[in-house]
């Protein structure tokens, strides 16, 4: 579930409230979610 939510993220095909709904379902950690989001993050510094 963590790979298919991180690429939806990074095609921006989920938001963050709707990580965060998976993390409160169980689905993914709160860690997992703060990876998603941060690595998201670090790419669009970097372009």
Known sequence: MYE???QRYERN???KD???RYVTL???TQE???QI???KQEVE???
């Open 45 to 47: 510094k970097d372009v």
């Open 4 to 6: 298919i939510l991180k």
């Open 37 to 39: 989001v941060k690595e």
């Open 13 to 15: 095909f989920v938001r």
């Open 26 to 28: 169980g689905k993914i």
């Open 18 to 20: 709707q990580l965060q």
């Open 32 to 34: 997992q979610y703060e």
